[in-house]
């Protein structure tokens, strides 16, 4: 016959490990439902239909960026006898989702390298306005990868949508003002597209 006293442990040593297996499930539920959910799915919806790429396409890479982009007074060649502020050099950061730096943006061109060598090179298609004087326009332009393999080869679209800054160019650029210089901050989201 088992003495009080071994009952009573037996009985304070199964309710402990309950409470340990209680307590310890209870801690992974709430760890688990810090865990931030899977991105939704990349959706054109809410884009300017010009900036819009075309059917036949899918996401290869969704990034967000953060840098710098220089301007120079300068006499604008595309438009003869105005001077202004021209775009001379970008330099950028690019985030994929997790917030892990991929990729860099330079130019000119416009070039954007990932880590893994592979890179591409936008030509602009379209713009569309965004909201806010000095943000940049979205844009859309068309890629022309390079020969290295890797996650930006063979891109044939690019897009930049959610700016914001970059274009505060009220800073007085006339004759006497040729050659100062100016740098903008900007963020701006990278879109990158495939043939399906």
């Known amino acids: 016959m088992k003495s009080t006293h071994n009952i009573l442990w037996a009985y304070t040593k199964s309710a402990s490990v309950t409470l340990a297996m209680v307590t310890g499930t209870a801690a992974l539920i709430t760890a688990c439902s810090g865990v931030a959910p899977l991105p939704k799915e990349y959706s054109q919806d809410q884009l300017d239909s010009q900036i819009m790429v075309p059917p036949g396409q899918v996401v290869a890479l ?9 301007y120079e007074c300068k006499a604008n060649a595309t438009t003869a006898g105005t001077i202004g502020w021209v775009l001379v050099r970008p330099e950028a950061d ?39 004087a000095t ?22 679209y690019i897009q930049r949508i959610k700016t914001k800054g970059g274009q505060d160019l009220s800073k007085t650029c006339t004759q006497t003002e040729l050659g100062n210089k100016m740098t903008q901050s900007y963020q701006a989201d990278y879109i990158f597209w495939k043939a399906a």
Do not use: C, F, M
């Not at 969704?62 to 220089?70: I, K, N, Q």
């Not at 954007?112 to 936008?122: L, N, Q, R, Y």
């Not at 326009?137 to 044939?156: F, H, K, Y």
């Open 135 to 156: 943000n940049l326009p979205q844009q859309l332009s068309t890629g022309a990868s390079g020969t290295s393999p890797g996650v930006l080869q063979n891109i044939t």
């Open 94 to 132: 690019l985030l994929d989702r997790t917030g892990k730096t991929v990729a860099k943006y330079s130019g000119p061109p416009a070039t954007w390298t990932h880590i893994d060598g592979s890179s591409v090179v936008g030509t602009q298609v379209a713009l569309a306005p965004r909201v806010g």
């Open 62 to 70: 969704e990034t967000t960026a953060s840098g710098l982009l220089h």
